[in-house]
């Protein structure tokens, strides 16, 4: 990898941040401690904008206002053609507003540009456009009980929902949470990441515009242990999905646990293998293998490791304004320091280093694409969620010890399989334990397309009607019925 030199050939100009406080109740207003936090620009390790750092007290305000919007506000009881509506609305809003939308993605998480516009922004308006489609059509059944009883069941909102999101992907996280809670009839907290918190503010401000009733959707940027722990623990909030890693995704579960018994839904790490057999064409499957950990046959191994060696090094690293650059900075230093640790590991455990390993330039947080081989499945590398650009290279004999391998991890969020043939993929997909295979691909999603973990990768799902499910709930009405004879 090389840093692209910083001649930037796109038109970046950097955008007036127009949203940098707390929106409760319809309403930008500061924090009640007054305090405020940097968020920072991955490219240069500066801040960008300061922004209202929401608390426990802030919290509380937002709840308030999401209980009233719930309890007495029309939300919940609009028909789901009206909260479609607008919802719609919402929709054409983003695409409206997908210019700057895109620059904010690129510029507070470090994502590329292109695929911000191309992939995260139009994609938030399909998530919120499936869901408007759902709002009309939440229904229950009717149920014959017995002769004399008759019954049938609602599916109601389960009310005031709190969204805790990472920063891995801002929009794509903010709409696969809030779109089904909204068609539900759901009333929200959204805390972003402390990392990426600009866009979630503007989307707030669209939401205004397109007319979601005020209280509905609270953003409340802040802190994980203040702000994120507040929401966990709240009594008044009713459900808690989360997004984010394991050790946080257990703490959630036990605040909501000792708080109010509030229902939660976990998305959390993953370690999601890609296994290549020597049947595919190597250099397609060396494209498909963009980060993460991957199990090579035997029989392809040496010239697929020669290949992915080749590409990594050919890969532009640097500004994500930059249309040729194709991996932009870590999101912080944080992470940064985490990624590189994660490396020194590898070499200490004895893993082979093909080429990367080392940061680059001495501004901002970009690492060269990594790889190593010669990895076992002891190794740190091989087990814990990196969140970064580290390939660990395996090498399997039989498809039965890929299997063993695939599933020798306490995550299973998804898995991917490249090979021609057919028994081979289904016999996999059957048998790893994740939530999502991708077969002949890799990192593939869709608004309809379920998402969420297996194992220590958490549970509930993320997209589809399946998500739906999580801020809905099931009442059962029951009444007598006098001398049927049926
Ligand atoms: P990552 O490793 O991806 O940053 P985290 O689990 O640390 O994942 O963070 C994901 C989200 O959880 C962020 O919004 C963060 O602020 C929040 N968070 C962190 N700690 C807590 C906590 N103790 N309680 C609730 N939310 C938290």
Known sequence: ?????GS??????MPEIKFTKLFINGEFVDSVSGKTFETIDPRTGEAIARIAEGDKEDVDLAVKAARQAF??????RFSGAERRGIMLKFADLIEEHAEVLAVLEALDAGKLHSWAKMGDIPGAANTLRYYAGAADKIHGEVLKMSRALQGYTLREPIGVVGHIIPWNFPTTMFFMKVSPALAAGCTMIVKPAEQTPLIALYFAHLAKLAGVPDGVLNVVPGFGPTAGA???????????????????GRQVMQAAATSNLKPVSLELGGKSPLLIFDDVDVNTAADMALLGILFNKEGIYDEFEKKLVEKAKAWVVGDPFDPAVRQGPQVDKKQFDRILSYIEHGKREGATLLTGGKPIGKKGYYIEPTIFTNVTEDMLIAKNEIFGPVMALMKFKTVEEAIKSANNTRYGLAAGIMTKDLNVANTVSRSIRAGIIWINCYFAFDSDCPYGGYKMSGFGRDCGLESLHNYLQVKSVVTPIFNSPW
């Open 8 to 13: 930037c050939k796109s038109l970046f100009k």
């Open 230 to 248: 507040a929401i966990a623990s709240h009594m008044d909030i009713d459900k808690v999905s989360f997004t984010g890693s394991t050790d946080v």
């Open 71 to 76: 309890d007495h506000g029309p939300w919940p």
């Open 1 to 5: 990898g090389s840093l692209s030199n």
